[in-house]
Structure formats: C-alpha cells, structure tokens
C-alpha cells in the first residue's frame, strides 16, 4: 500500500499544469459512466481532502488489509460478519450482525427451493416458510427472516426463477407462499420491463409490459393476503407495484395491513422510505415522518437503525452533492454515523468517486460488497478505487478474477488496463483497452485513454491516427480526438495541422478550458 504522498505529488503535479495539448490528461473512468472534471480541479479537490481527513493512513491502510482477510472467507455470512467497519465510524454491532444475516442468511436457499420444487415437495417448502412465519412473528432473534428469504430467492427477473414459481404454484395452487413469490418475481420483471429511464424516455412497449406485469403481480400478491395476511413479504412487494404504478392509496392499505402485523417491520419501512424520496412523487417531510416512525421501533427490530441514514433524502444527496472537501467528511461522518442499507452505500461510492474521493469510495463500496457481494458494477469501480489510492496489487487481483466473472463487461478491462498502465507496463495496458474496444467500439473514454498511450508514451503515430479518427467520428464535439490529431500532426510530423487548428478554433474556440491548447496549435504553425 502506497503512502498518502503519492497522491499530494499527483495534485501538486496536475495543479501546476496548464496545456491540455502538450500533456494530455484523461481523467479515470467512473464504472458505467463518463469521466469526470478535469484532473487539476479534481487533483486539488483530493489534496483539500487529504489535508482534513477524518482517520489517518494506517487507519485506512488497517481497514484494505481487514477487508481483504475478510473478503477470502468463501461463506458469505461469515465473511459479512467478520468485516471491519469504516476507519473512525462507531457501526452498531448489534446493526450490521442483523444486516448481514438479512442480506446473506435465508431461512430456505435458492438451492434447497429449486430441489424441493423440481422434486415435487412444494408442501414441505410451504410447512418451512410457515415456521420461518412464525418465527418472524414471535423470536426476537428472527426479525424479518421470511421477508430476508423472499428478497434472496424470489426477488429477481429471471426465467428459471418465474418458471420455478410457476411449478409450485401448479403444485400448491391454493398456497399463500407461492402466490406472495409470484408477486414478487411480477414486480421484479415489471421493473426491468419498465427501465431506468425517465418516463419521457422510455418507449411505449416498455411501459405496457410493465404495466401488464404489475397487474399479474397485485393479482397474485392480494390472492396471497387474502388466504394467509401473515404472509408479510406480500406487503413490501405490494408498497413498490404502488410506487411504479403511482397508487398511493393502494401502498397505504398495504403498508397499514403489514404493519398491524408486524409493527417494526424493516421491509415495510423501508419501502415506505423509498417511496417518500421526491423523485418518487414523495417529500423530505413525508420521508422525515416515514423514518421517525421507523425509528419508534427500532428497539424491537435493529434493522430499522439502517433507515435512518436516508433522512432528509440523503440517497439522492451522497450520490449527486456538489460537495466541498469538508461535506464529503460531513457525509462520511454524519450521514454514515449508523451503517446504512446497500443502496446508500452504491450511491455514496459513486458520488464520491465522481467527486474524487477514491478513499472514501473505496470504503463505501467495500461495505456495500460486506452485505451484496453480487454488485458488478460495485466491484468494478472499486478495482478503479484502488488503483487510485496505490492498492495496484489487490486491484490486479480483483480485476482478474473479474474478467474470469464478466468475460464481456468492458468496464473491467478498462479497469484493468488502467491498472497496468498505472504500474507503467504499456503492452499489457493496450491489450485491455482493445478488448475493451472489441467489445464497445464507440466507447470514447477508452479510445481516449489508448489514443494517448498511443501518442503521447509509445509514439505509434499510424496507431494514434486511427484512434483519434474513431474518436473525431464517434464525438466529433469531443476535444480529445482533435488534440491527439493535432500533436501527432506537430510531433511526427504530419500535414493538416492548420486545417485541424482551424476546425478545433471552430468548435472549441469559446471553451475557456481548451484556450491553452489553441495557443499551442498557434505557436506550431508558426
């Protein structure tokens, strides 16, 4: 592990430099998005960070070095359990013991429900969930098991799992178990179904076929109620068909009949909390009320802890925040004070990887990793976390183990890539970023990053050509592939610098950002 002076000598580096075209910068790649602000305004922002942090650096060395013991136990719960919490963060035990058993401890595996189901003993799987009922209702040591393994093992779009259900339900027509699963795995589907775009931007067949699955899903999901109100998964599953469907009335009926029965139930909360965010239609005060009442409980059921981090609609805040140095520590300090739920945590790591904090990225998405270690993308960006922080030989590791994962996932070659061209060995670098490419032609970030290589370390001049054609074709208002043109062009040489100068003065003349490089185009020519 690398000490915290490799990254004060990056910002001070990257602070003193002006031209953008004598040294180009392109700046890591976020998993799944695009790069961020310029290196020298991040670089800055990273060194202001650095100079306040809330725990040392052998405090944050401590917590890679526990987490990676951790993450070598092969049994998830284990290794949830024997996870280190955030450098100078209090964590509840009693919290995360709970969470970690939620996320990873089924009261009946995907394994044993496939077996039973495909061997006929759909009745013994309903006598299970039954007593998993019953304990949920009565111990204090099983709060929301049922809800914990209807998350775990229905809670998905897949065919396998909707044909699965199927079965049972053939079996067991009548079963309040089977028709809450089917429900469940409605609502699910509907969700993919729908997207993750805006309701303007997503086509019209989507939302039909989400619609349609949302009514198979209230179907079955008010049959299972009918026959056994108990069966409290019904409930939470019936709070997020409201939410897509924007039927308030029918997620307060489900939420007041759930909760009559289990007054401290974290998926109900949970879900109310989720659907109170104003992206959904709700408020800050509706949210406020949501967790304050949440928290009333709390005594009877530990999960309801995790609720409190999203207070005042923090989710959208860690992750989208123009945050100053000393409201990133905020965040860390305050709104992470308790250990929050896998969605708090993603949005936290991806906020604070776009606001160049690679240490505290690393940390929430490792914690998001202790409790859902199936986040690809969670692992993806944390492979280009630690490559920031100097941590190149677990990011190597990871990376590999990756690609062995996700075979066609680009990001990780690129996040591997950017490990070896971190350790300064080119040819394993550009081998990974042409995988990449094969696998994403247009993406601009890699043809970037390769075009630079290209350019600016190996001089491959007919190599970097090409790159940056692909680039001035795919983002022709993308200054990257006029600049590596232009210093191919001044550097090997080549003919056209004028036309190029003429055509970036063109399209980036008013850009204060590329005023740098126009002059040196200028001084070239003359």
């Known amino acids: 592990m690398k000490s915290y002076g490799r990254w004060l000598r990056i910002a001070a580096f990257a602070m003193s430099s002006t031209t953008i075209f004598a040294t180009q910068i392109v700046p890591p790649k976020p998993s ?34 526990d987490a990676k013991r951790a993450e070598a136990i092969h049994d998830p719960l284990k290794r949830c359990l024997s996870y280190p919490e955030p450098p100078s963060l209090a964590w509840s035990k009693t919290v995360t013991s709970a969470y970690c058993h939620f996320q990873l401890d089924p009261l009946v595996s995907p394994t044993v429900v496939r077996e039973l189901i495909r061997t006929n003993r759909a009745a013994e799987l309903d006598r299970r969930l039954a007593r998993g009922m019953k304990a949920q209702l009565s111990r204090t040591n099983a709060q929301g098991v049922l809800d914990s393994t209807y998350s775990i093992d229905f809670k998905n779009d ?5 044909a699965l259900i199927d079965a049972w339900k053939r079996q067991s027509p009548k079963s309040a178990f089977a028709l809450a699963a ?42 299972a109620v009918l026959i056994d109100p108990r069966v409290l998964p019904a409930y939470g599953s019936m709070i997020l068909a409201a939410a897509f469907e924007g039927d308030s009335e029918y997620a307060t009926n489900a939420a007041r009949r759930g909760l009559a029965i289990d007054p401290a139930n974290y998926s109900i909360y949970a879900r109310l909390a989720w659907k109170a965010q104003p992206k959904w239609g709700g408020s800050i005060p509706m949210m406020q009320r949501v967790i304050a009442q949440a928290a009333a409980h709390a005594a009877d059921n530990p999960l309801l802890r995790l609720i409190s981090s999203e207070s005042n609609d923090a989710e959208d805040y860690v992750s989208d925040c123009n945050c100053s140095p000393a409201e990133e520590i905020d965040i860390y300090k305050r709104v992470f004070a308790e ?17 160049n904090a690679p240490i505290l990225s690393t940390i929430y998405r490792s914690e998001s990793l202790r409790f859902d270690p199936t986040q690809l993308n969670a692992r993806i960006g944390r492979v280009s976390n630690l490559t920031d922080v100097g941590d190149t030989q677990w990011a190597l590791s990871e990376a590999n183990a990756l690609v062995a994962i996700a075979p066609q996932n680009e990001n990780i070659f690129d996040a591997r890539g950017r490990i070896y061209q971190t350790l300064g060995d080119l040819t394993h670098a550009v081998q990974d970023f042409e995988r990449a490419l094969r696998i994403s032609p247009e993406d601009t970030w890699t043809l970037s990053t390769l075009g630079s290589i290209y350019v600016y370390s190996v001089h491959d001049w007919d190599k970097g050509w090409e790159i940056s054609s692909r680039l001035i074709q795919a983002a022709p208002d993308n200054p990257q592939g006029w600049l590596l043109r232009a210093r191919i062009q001044r550097d090997q040489p080549r003919a056209g610098l004028n036309e190029t100068e003429a055509d970036f003065v063109a399209r980036f003349g008013d850009d204060p950002k590329q005023q740098a490089a126009i002059e040196e185009m200028r001084a070239a020519l003359k």
């Open 158 to 162: 897949s065919e396998e799992t909707r």
């Open 32 to 65: 799944g998005a695009t790069p961020s602000a310029s290196a020298a305004v991040n670089s800055a922002t990273l060194l202001q960070w650095l100079l306040s942090s809330p725990f040392s650096k052998n405090e944050f060395e401590q917590f890679l070095a």
């Open 182 to 223: 089917s429900g469940t795995s409605y609502v699910q589907m509907a969700q993919s179904a729908r997207g993750t775009d805006s309701s303007q931007a997503t086509p019209e067949n989507n939302l039909e076929s989400m619609h349609r699955l949302m009514e198979n899903a209230r179907e079955d999901l008010d049959e």
């Open 339 to 355: 250990a929050g739920p896998v969605g708090m945590l993603l949005s936290a790591g991806s906020g604070a990887e776009s606001r």
